[in-house]
């Protein structure tokens, strides 16, 4: 018969592993706390963005030209339309197409300014920061009027081509 033999490594795994266990139970109650605090945050985006989204899709499929009174007609035609109509394609093509023109442009301005402000000192890195975010304090009512401002017949813009003698006569 042979001696049961005792393996010490088993003993030294198992008290290894307690510790670690324990600090995951205490790392959980830690962010239980910042979860709890994350929850009316959470409430509100699924209140007032993903419900009115999940509405507006669940509208969609709704057939207005066979409602029968209190009962939904559910279908796909809004789709098939939108999808075979040229006006509807003419309108998503432009949107897509406005929308990787704004991608570009913000890249090849905005990567240079990051990558300036990734290099210098923090001092300076404060004033471009303050630089970037000032056009977000401004109200969009003075943005507007100023920009009205600049393009009016006799505004800076067409007094500088005029000026410049790209264009003979103001712009309307």
Known sequence: MEPVRHDDRQEIASLRLQPAVLGKRRNWKKHLAAVLLLLPLLLFIIGFFVVPMLYILYLSFIDTERLSGTNAVYS?????????????????????????????????????????????????????????????????????????????????????????????????
């Open 76 to 172: 796909i035609d809004n789709y098939v339309r939108f999808f075979t109509d040229s006006y509807y394609l003419h309108s998503l093509w432009l949107t897509i197409k406005v929308s990787l023109y704004t991608v570009i442009v913000s890249l090849l301005l905005g990567y240079p300014v990051a990558l300036t402000m990734a290099k210098c000192s923090p001092r300076v890195r404060g004033l471009l920061t303050l630089l970037v975010a000032s056009p977000l304090l401004i109200s969009i009512v003075v943005r507007n009027f100023g920009w009205y401002l600049l393009l009016l017949p006799n505004g800076t813009v067409n007094q500088l081509l005029t000026g410049l003698g790209i264009t003979e006569s103001p712009l309307h």
